[in-house]
């Protein structure tokens, strides 16, 4: 089969952007392989099922071709495809859970105060939101909606918070609940403000995460939210990540206990972007 793609021409300069990370090794590529290398460059990230649609074969075909690759350390391997290898090292929930606890906990306690009692709030999912969450738990009559099992147990029980968890899959150490079921369940309201938690920025500023199904539930929340909080800690200003969640505009505020460096701080201002410094 003759591969004629929008990112051939990635596909030729492959050798020199890999530089010495893949060695000779390309040469021992068949073209479907290399042109996925290509692709990866392009794009940041490919999907198991599109390339399998893209080169007409299986997806266990297409599985077999990540594995090498990702053991030639030419792409990274992820659930459900591939991205490039670089700055985007996902980190175990549990490692993240310890990482900058007393920076995820000012966080959290800054977007609680922002939010005034008797809203209705989205809570993603990820350490630096369950800081949010056990802030909120002293709050007054909060509608709040998640799809992150330890965010609800922050909250579950409490009387002062109506408490809505969207079911769905858990695949992940990090309790979230993904899939259709989650998603639909989002679909159904409208809220206040939608609380975010992100892996990294891209060079413009694009909001980036890692996982392709929790990346469609954090759209959703930007969709059905009136205003948005992202809460990151320091560290994901410099971090890199494989999918964009959306441009950097959907961010309202963005809550943080340090500044980025200056070209990501200029861009947050040339957005329209609010940040916040927790101290």
């Known amino acids: 089969m003759k591969l004629s793609t929008p990112w051939t021409s990635d596909v030729k300069n492959t050798d020199q952007r890999l530089g010495n990370q893949a060695g000779a090794g390309l040469e021992a590529l068949n073209a479907r392989q290399r042109d996925i290398v290509g692709l990866i460059m392009s794009k940041g990230f490919a999907t198991v099922d599109d390339l399998a649609r893209q080169y007409s074969v299986s997806t266990q075909t297409i599985r077999r071709d990540i594995t090498m690759l990702s053991e030639m350390q030419i792409v990274q391997r992820f659930r459900g495809g591939a991205g490039r290898v670089g700055r985007t090292v996902r980190l175990g929930y549990a490692k993240k859970s310890v990482n900058n606890l007393e920076s995820k906990q000012r966080i959290g306690r800054a977007i609680a105060a922002a939010i005034p009692d008797g809203s209705s709030v989205f809570l993603d999912m990820g350490t630096t939101v369950e800081a949010v969450a056990s802030a909120l738990a002293s709050k007054e009559r909060l509608r709040v909606i ?34 259709d079921v989650a998603l639909r369940a989002l679909s159904q309201f409208k809220v206040d403000f939608g609380v975010l938690g992100l892996s990294g920025f891209d060079t413009d500023g694009a909001l980036l995460d890692f996982d392709m199904e929790k990346v469609a539930l954090k759209r959703a929340v930007i969709e059905h939210s009136e205003s948005v909080f992202v809460a990151v800690d320091s560290s994901k200003f410099s971090r890199k990540a494989t999918t964009r969640v959306a441009p950097l505009s959907s961010a309202g505020v963005i809550f943080s206990e340090a500044a980025p460096e200056t070209r ?4 947050f201002t040339a957005e329209g972007v609010r940040l916040v410094i927790c101290d």
């Open 146 to 179: 998640t799809y992150s099992m330890p965010a609800a147990m922050h909250l579950a029980g409490r009387g002062n918070i109506d408490l809505f968890v969207t079911g769905g899959v858990s695949r992940s150490a990090d309790g979230s609940l993904v899939g």
């Open 264 to 267: 990501l701080k200029d861009l």
